[in-house]
Structure formats: C-alpha cells, structure tokens
C-alpha cells in the first residue's frame, strides 16, 4: 500500500557538520509535507513544512528538499548542535485528509 | 500561548478495564487528532475531531473512541484494555481542518499508557 518512510533509522553526525536526512513517500498524489522533531520525553515538534509546488524551503538553520520525480524529501540541517539530537519524522498529507507519518530516524550528534 | 496539554502524563491500567484520556488544544485551534505511538508501528492515526464532529478516523477498533467539547478539548477512551494498547498517545491541534494547506499538526506531549 501506500506509504512513507526515511531511508535510515539512525544518523550519527559530529557537532558543526551538517546533517542530512531522507524520507522517501511513495504516493505521487501528496501534497503537503512536513518534518517533525521528537525529543526523549515529548511530543513531535513542528520544524519546517512545504507543499508540492515547491522545490525547496528554507528556516532558521534548516532546508527541506522536494524531489517530486523520485518521490523523495530531505531535512538538510546546518551546523549541528547536541540540542538537534532526537527522532525525525517526516509525514505527507494526501487527499486532504490523510497526514501519515515515517518511522523515523534517531539523529546523534557527537561532540 | 500556552501548547497542547495531556492529562495524565503517565497511566497504569490492567487487562479489561478502561481509561480516558484529556487534551486541551491550543487556544483559537479547532481540530484535534490523536494518534497512537509504539516502537513497532510508529505513530498511527486515530481519529480527528473538529467543530465536534468527528471528520476522519483511522483503522483501529470500536474500542476506542473519543469526542469533542464545544470548547474544543478532547478526550479519548479505551474499552477493554489489551497489553498490545500500551502505548504513548498523542493529541495534535490544528487552527483548521486538515483539508487545509499549510496548517501543521502541533501536539502535546503525551499520555504513556502502560496496561499490565
């Protein structure tokens, strides 16, 4: 069936580099993206979202990458710091009505 | 302004009985969902509430219900526990409905449900 899912479960970075992290959707009908957060303890947080008309979306030390040909997101984070360390999820919405989430990918970053 | 709030944070609860579960959106939000988190499955979506109504529900048991208050807050119920509803559950509000762009999902931390 339909899904969406991140490339690798776990993602181990040192401090200042960059961090890259993929997610791959497989219905060509969704629309509206977005990138959460999850800390030990807590909720997912929102981080950064873009619609399927948009190649690219840029935030405050984040981009997201859309690549609608193969069906594949990326949350480029800059700099790296230990407070980026937690779960990243990636979700899509399709039909208006049907957000799913990834499994997601535990980021380390090692000082 | 003050988040999406959980109450409890944590339960403990044996095979059969029920619980209920509480979340307060964000202020001026109209939409709840909740969602089921587990290692294995990751999060699974529940159900979605705005305006009170029920607008979309995922694929999981009559067991599990929930409504909302005219004042937009939620609650959540399970019937007849079961160890496999051990679980983080996750409340999210939205300003609208998720027919609408642009309009992420902000949740709450939580209620971790143990059933033993």
């Known amino acids: 069936g339909e899904s969406v899912g991140l490339h690798l479960p776990t993602l181990s970075v040192q401090e200042g580099d960059n961090s890259i992290i993929n997610c791959a959707y497989s219905?060509?009908?969704?629309?509206?993206f977005i990138w959460y957060k999850q800390e030990s303890g807590k909720g997912p947080q929102f981080i950064i979202d873009i619609r399927s008309n948009m190649d690219k979306r840029q935030g405050q030390r984040v981009t997201v990458l859309l690549n609608k040909t193969v069906k594949h997101l990326s949350l480029q984070i800059a700099a790296t710091q230990p407070g980026d360390s937690a779960v990243y999820f990636c979700a899509d919405l399709y039909n208006n009505n049907d957000m799913r989430f990834g499994a997601g990918t535990r980021l380390t970053v090692k000082p | 302004k003050a988040g999406v709030t959980q109450t409890p944070r944590y339960l403990i609860k044996t095979r059969g009985q029920q619980v209920t579960l509480s979340c307060s959106p964000i202020?001026?939000?109209?939409?709840v969902s909740w969602y089921q988190q587990t290692p294995g499955q990751g999060l699974q979506f529940l159900f979605e509430?705005?305006?009170?109504?029920?607008?979309n529900k995922g694929n999981f048991p009559g067991r599990f219900s929930g409504r909302q208050f005219s004042n937009s807050r939620s609650e959540m119920n399970v019937s007849t526990l079961e160890l496999g509803d051990s679980a983080l559950y996750l409340c999210?509000?939205?300003?609208?409905?998720?027919?609408?762009?642009?309009?992420?999902?902000?949740f709450g931390n939580g209620t971790r449900l143990t059933v033993t």
């Open positions: 202020s001026g939000h109209r939409s």
């Open positions: 509430y705005f305006s009170e109504t029920q607008r």
């Open positions: 219905n060509s009908a969704s629309d509206y």
């Open positions: 999210a509000s939205s300003p609208t409905d998720r027919s609408s762009y642009n309009s992420p999902l902000h």
